[in-house]
């Protein structure tokens, strides 16, 4: 019996597999798309609270992490977050935008994953679902797929698989693995966009302080993010701690200004008050963490009984708290993947591995991150629409 054919096999019904697919179809290929998963989209439909932050209307190259940063450049400028809303226009979404650009779903993440479908329903899209991939082959100018459901056989092949963040809801190395079948190298995997964990001695000082939030402009290495910053009861998250989670190479200590916009020396030097320090600092941070803080560096008492040189140094703490974390709490915790396929293999135009034509990769299974706020799945549109487009 000879294996069903098609110009174009996607692996994965995730964002960029999905985007891929629809626009593949919509060129008139046969497309087919082979998902592991019981559901497609699961990340889309998580992502946001169920609302799907599903672009940023500032979304660049500077926005993204990789190893080779112009890569994202040409996908990204082809398909741009205004092209991803006339989609939504042409299917009547409503949106709206809160801070920093952020784009999210009126009607909820389903209605993002409702407009995908359709789009590849339009493309006249067939699907496998669930059904697991035993192995890729090559068959000629093509590819061989292996799967639970039976061979099938495909003139182009895009590998829209992701990474290995939030496993809870089916990812896999499956991309990585096929990427080192054909010979492509690949930027060792790491958790980003996750919370960072507080060693024992940090532990046992704040702990305690879970829930507890406050703005704050947090820097490692290149990245400086001021947002909000949360205390959990294994150490920091908020989005100022995930966006410098892709920035930390678990060596070097976070710095954080804990008084973003304030000038804590000359506030210290010309305030005159007789009260406790923390109580000061209190009317400027949470009260139980300038309590905490406070009785950490010994100055847990009348300002008056400190000395310049010690009104000086907590005032450069508090600009520069350097926390070094334990660690990260790892892909349980992660929204994406830093790493993947190394872009050096791959086109920047079409995604389409140097070495093997026909076999493209998308989305979060290549060495692109975005950051939080909808980059990452601007990435997945931009990076799977070039796939569709040459596939």
């Not at 500077?62 to 112009?70: G, K, R, T």
């Not at 067939?126 to 093509?142: I, Y």
């Not at 410098?244 to 000038?263: E, K, M, Q």
């Not at 600009?319 to 190394?342: F, H, I, M, Q, Y």
């Amino acid at each position: 019996m000879t294996a069903p054919r098609f110009d174009v096999v996607v692996i994965g019904g995730g964002a960029a597999g999905m985007m891929a697919a629809a626009t593949a179809g919509r060129r008139g290929r046969s497309v087919l798309v082979i998902e592991h998963y019981r559901v497609v989209g699961e990340k889309i439909r998580i992502s946001g609270g169920g609302r799907c932050n599903f672009t940023n209307v500032h979304a660049g190259p500077a926005n993204y992490l990789s190893a080779n940063p112009d890569f994202c450049r040409p996908a990204l400028a082809r398909y741009t977050p205004r092209d991803f809303l006339g989609l939504l226009a042409r299917h009547r979404v409503r949106w709206h935008e809160k801070k920093l650009g952020q784009l999210f779903c009126d009607e909820g993440s389903q209605r993002i994953i409702g407009v995908l479908r359709a789009e590849c329903e339009h493309g006249r899209v067939q699907w496998r679902q669930p059904c697991a991939v035993g192995g890729v082959t090559r068959a000629g100018a093509g590819f061989e797929v292996a799967t639970s459901q039976g061979t099938v056989t495909a003139a182009s092949l895009v590998v829209a698989t992701g990474g290995l963040s939030a496993p809870k809801i089916g990812a896999t190395p499956f991309g990585y693995e096929l990427a080192k079948q054909f010979g492509l190298s690949v930027i060792a995997p790491r958790p980003a966009l996750v919370p960072l964990a507080f060693p024992p001695e940090l532990l046992a000082r704040f702990g305690d302080l879970s829930g507890v939030s406050l703005e704050a402009e947090v820097s490692c290495g290149s990245g400086r993010f001021r947002e909000n910053l949360l205390f959990t009861h294994r150490g920091l998250s908020g989005p100022a701690i995930l966006q410098i989670s892709s920035y930390w190479d678990g060596r070097a200590p976070l710095s954080i200004d804990l008084l973003p916009g304030v000038d804590a020396r000359d506030w210290l030097a010309r305030e005159r008050s007789n009260a406790r320090f923390d109580n000061l600092l209190a009317a400027r941070l949470p009260k139980r963490f300038a309590q905490a803080f406070c009785a950490a560096h010994g100055v847990a008492r009348p300002l008056a009984e400190l000395s310049a040189a010690q009104r000086d140094a907590i005032a450069g703490e508090l600009k520069a708290w350097r926390v070094l974390p334990s660690g990260t709490l790892g892909w349980n915790k992660a929204e994406v993947t830093l790493g993947g396929v190394d872009t050096t293999g791959l086109s920047s135009q079409t995604m389409q591995a140097l070495a093997v034509p026909g076999l493209h990769f998308a989305g979060e299974a290549v060495d692109v991150t975005g950051w939080l706020g909808g980059y990452n799945f601007q990435w997945a549109w931009a990076s799977g629409h070039a796939a569709g487009m040459a596939a």
